[in-house]
């Protein structure tokens, strides 16, 4: 390890074997993981054997938990950043210590592996060659409807996240926008009950009408 330095970890975001050696090796050497959850965390810490101290590092306590961060990281320490799932950094506050870290001349390494994103664009079956990323769209109408607009016009793959409880709402909000056009829905990728629907927006908005909604929706349109 590199003294000072932060990693930025990828970690399964399902399966607990897709996770690289590289990463491990990073978790068992570094000072200490800043886990968004370490509850979560520790799943996959004692899957692996890794004895790692661990501090968590959430939406909530980002801005005093940074400050710490980077006192120990400007001490010499080496910290291991990491997520509930996947690249941390990505819809969730990974960004603000990397931030930090960039402002303060701290080192920042990617130690890269799984993208729920990815994953899920890559067997969608819809255009990789231009794509955008808009993670959670806003939970007013209006604004969410504005939103969809832009992205039509872009013309290129949008790749959204959400919950469970919303997904109806938004589905509307697209067959409106985007009329009733083929769109991808993924859910609990890597894991037991792994499903990817494929299907016009009505249909997707039928489905959900006999069968509830479960897990966070990755949508590609």
Do not use: W
Request: net charge positive; aromatic share 8%; charged share 25%.
């Amino acid at each position: 390890m590199m003294p000072g330095t932060l990693y930025i970890v990828s970690t399964p975001i399902g399966n607990l074997k897709d996770i690289t050696l590289r990463a491990i090796e990073t978790l068992k050497t570094v000072d200490l993981i800043a886990a968004e959850d370490t509850r979560h965390t520790k799943i996959l810490l004692d899957r692996y054997g890794i004895t790692t101290a661990t501090t968590s590092y959430f939406e909530y306590n980002k801005v005093k938990k940074g400050d710490y961060l980077l006192k120990l990281l400007k001490e010499g320490r080496s910290i291991a950043l990491v997520s509930d799932a996947g690249t941390p950094g990505i819809s969730d506050p990974g960004y603000k210590i990397i931030r930090l870290c960039v402002d303060n001349h701290i080192p920042v390494m990617s130690i890269p592996g799984p993208s729920a994103l990815l994953a899920a664009l890559a067997v969608s079956g819809k255009p990789t060659d231009r794509f955008s990323f808009e993670g959670f769209l806003s939970n007013k109408p209006i604004r969410r409807k504005n939103q969809l607009k832009k992205l039509k016009e872009e013309g290129r793959t949008a790749i959204l996240y959400e919950s469970p409880h919303r997904i109806s709402k938004l589905l509307g909000d697209i067959l409106e926008v985007y009329g009733d056009i083929e769109i991808v829905l993924a859910r609990e990728l890597t894991k037991k009950f792994e499903e990817i629907r494929r299907g016009s927006v009505s249909s997707q908005i039928g489905h959900f009408k006999y069968s509830k909604p479960l897990g966070e929706f990755i949508v590609i349109i």
